[in-house]
């Protein structure tokens, strides 16, 4: 298989390409496609990608992009586009009806700061606001996880079980803009890996249907039941789709989450993306130093693995949560779902937020050396803390 | 792990050079990364790149703070922000002609390393003269600092594809880097530039107004407008040097007493040139290409008759100069050294002031009455005028005894004349004459004549209209050229034409005849004629006029008056004189002689006589008191221009799509009758100056703001005359510039 050093948006914009191509055996590929900083070179290499069946429509709005992808989808088409920030804000009425329509749509989110004031930088607010939505969501740590995620998304997506639009997301500049080695799967392998979409409720001429029409309260209910339980297997199903992809690319993407040297840790830090692998290093010499921390890297956001991470996190009477986000009113987003996972389950554990990196600010291991230092002072949780701002206590106590 | 930090400028291929060190060393199985620190980068602004590598996987996502080795890929780069975090014992390349050694003071700390790889790109045709591309040059000579072999570079080249001239550049960039090693032990550095925790940034509130700090739009740009002037044409033909597009500016915002101030700064006669100037600034107006020259004789003329400004001199000098002759040269020049605080003196020989402006121009097209206006003006000033002596050489000796300065601005008096046989006595006079003893009240009538006049210039035109108004049966110009060589002012030759003067083109006089008659010797009058044909130019440029053979025919007529030019009088000066402007005269004596006007340049028009006599009058100031006199034409910048052009800017540099058309304005012509029999001023002047918003303002802003009014951003104001671009905000669209239909606004590149 190719190894290439290339860019995130290179990987991301090949593997939904190739990914599009596997579906020529069954109704196609079809997108559309909207620019926007810094993902425009994902949807730039997929409108130049040769699709043997398909078609590719750049549009005016990143809400007509989804649109497109919805009407493309629901015809049975492999769907897919990308976007970034206030684009993902523009188009976030269709990402809605892409998950109430449980169409297998997969889009790339290269999260960048939301504006105003504009900052083209890393943050995940923008994909972390489409938490409610009836979309998977999962997190990339570097070039190689773009394009097996990406991939994976795909069949997780298809598989009759699941039927959920899945969000692949990556860092702005520090993975889309970033070159480094990237084993990029040949065309075969992934039509091995992902056999033509059959959509079940798929649209078609010879039997005319409406989709979306006024429903009741009990019909709304079940709806949302379905999408639940449909969530509830995700774990399971993506667990599956590692697996099969192991068996045809010789590698297996993470899972929901990793949990790093956890075990007899009484202080862990839970991270995603590129900040985990950067904490990963400060842990690393850490335990080197004798100290009893571990890591847990977050790969799926939505559904939240809340049990994987109680088990992560047993031993645990510190937590550090790394938000490179912020819910206005509230603190970080991963924080707040960490504390949900625990309540209930342990009230020995102080399980802190920390505000780093926001607006693309460089998180340096520094940085979670400082983290660590307020945490293991703590005698109990506090606001969020602004962790890059000196003296950065938030609100609360 | 190996980091490697790069420093360059935008364009420059920073980016690219950091990816082929990395898929070098992942070509041997190592882990990479390779990134820029991207931001509001345009072409030329500094900019680093990052590349690290390593046997184990890398997880550190950071920009590089400590790096091992640093590349700079511009020399202007260099500074101490280049060495923030350098780890001792590492090395820095630069690309630059000089030698390591010579660098080894500014680096002591660290193996310094250089190559000329501009000079290597350069030689392999890469990128362009001006940015060439210098990576792949130092791709090699990194492989080289790195203990490389050169093959695991080519490699990495091939890999992505660069063939040809970048495999060169490398392969001659490892030959010939040198490298120099540290002075002294490497100490702890400064300016680590690994960040602590941020502090607290300003309040978006208080911020509100768009002063957060950060990146602002004008940071991207390549390009800014900014403002130029251009000298229009009409400027730059004026005789007189009127700052024409200036007084028109004046005019078409209403103000006509700025108008009139503009114009008294170079000539005390605009009511006068108003009527009677040639204009070259409308032949040469770029207002022609689309609807027709903007009529700056009538405006003038407006500006003339309706301003009213009260012109204080400056004080009083002791120095006193003497004119001689009160034509528009002398008038001119007593004007001007009467506003510097000089003592003038005008002496003229005739009874009244005013010189050829009184005698030789009709009442028809300068009534008397604008002429004494004018007058009043240069005599308000204190000018004092002594009419009735005619200065002759001894004379003109005795002025420069008395005086700091003479001018001597006589004119032309020496009338050309044409023999033309028996009878000539009674039936020929000169025009200049003709035209004196009419405007002097000496009761002359042509009744019932048929008359001849000889020229083509204006005093035939002159001549020929006023025989018409004295009641002559008939009036024809015969002239040896054509319509195209005549020197008469273009409109006078249509009004004579109109009021039904004929014109012989290509016909010269030979003799007058009277045809014998039987009963005694008042027989009928002719002028025998022949036709000529235009040949080989002569020194005046213009095509001689050639005899046609046995082309002989006559005219009927009984009065011929010659309008053939003047030529000056010299005898006032000793043998020899060199007679020019601005030149000293009578170089014996100590006082300073000049002559000017037409007995000095010939120009004959009454504008070029004014700037004659404005010229000299500076040159004297200038002489007499060592000031340095700025002329009109180095004032007319009204306000802050980043560029100044001296050249004159013609109609193809302006956006004619962008000006709407608008008929020419030339006012009210009294009717034929009234012309046939009376001395009736024929033009009423206009009855405003809107004629004056015609004016394009050529190369020069007019404050029109159509380039604020279309700046999309809202970055451009206008404050006061100036035009003020907040370059902060401003992302160099150029629409100001593709808006300004006069080429003021301009892009600049950065």
Redesign the interface.
Known sequence: MP?E?VTGNHAAGYALAVAGEANRFGRGAACGIYPIT?QTEIVERVAAFPFTKGRVVPVESEHSAMGVSIGASLTGARAFTASSSNGLAYMVENIMTAGFYRLPIVMVAVNRTLGP????WADQGDSLMLRDFPWVQLYCA?NQEVADLTILAFRLAEDHRILLPTLVCL?A??IS?????TDLPEQEAVDRYLPPLDLPHRMRHDDPKTLGGLIWPDVTTSLRMEIHEAMQRVPEVYDECREAFREVFGREPGAALDAYETTDADTVLVASA??A??A??VVKRRRAAGEKIGLVKMRMFRPFPEAALREACASATRIGVLDRDYAAGLGGVWWQDSRAAFQGHRDDVILQDYLVGIGG??????TVD?VLEDLAGRDRAGGPVWA???N?KGGGA | MVEIRIHGRGGQGGVTLAKLLATSRFLKGQSVQAFGLYAAERSGAPVQAYCRFDDEEITNRNLIYEPDHVVVLDPTLVGPAILGGLKAGGWILLNTIATPESLSAEFPENRVATVDATAIARGHGLGTRSVPIVNTALAGAVAKLLDLPLEEILAALDHLGFGGGNVDAARDAYRLVAEHGPQREAGSRDGDARPGAIGRGPSFLAGAGGDLPGIKTGQWANEQPKRQQYVPPCNHVCPAGNDVQGFLHALAEHRVDDALEILLRTSPFPATCGRVCPAPCMASCNRIQLDGAVNVRELERYAGDKGEVKLVPAERREERVAVVGSGPAGLAAAYHLALYGYGVTLYEAGSELGGLLRTGIPEFRLPAAVLDRELDRVLDLGVEAVTGVFINRERLLELARNHDAVLVATGLQELRALRLGVGEVEMVSQGIDFLDQVRSGVPIRVDGEDVVVVGGGNTAMDAARTALRLGAASVRVVYRRTRKEMPAIAEEIEEALEEGVEIDFLTQPVAVQRMAQADGDTGEQHLACRRMELGEPDSSGRRRPVEVPDSEFSLPCHRVILALGQSPDLSVFPEGTEVREGAELLGLLETPVYAVGDLATNDGTVAAALGSGRRVAMHIHQTLTGEVVVSGEQTRVRSDVDVWHDEVIRDEALRMHLFERRPVESGEVIGLERRHTTFDEIHAGLPSAGEAKRCLSCGVCNECDICVTYCPEGVLKRVGHDLVFDYGYCKGCGICVTECPRNVVFMSHL
Do not use: A, C, K
């Open positions: 190894v050093v810094p004031p504009w900052n083209i570097n860092d500049f520090i803009h970033t070159q480094g080695e590129t900040v692998t950067t990963r290093e600010g460089d998180v340096t291991p520094e400082r890059d701002v000196g950065g």
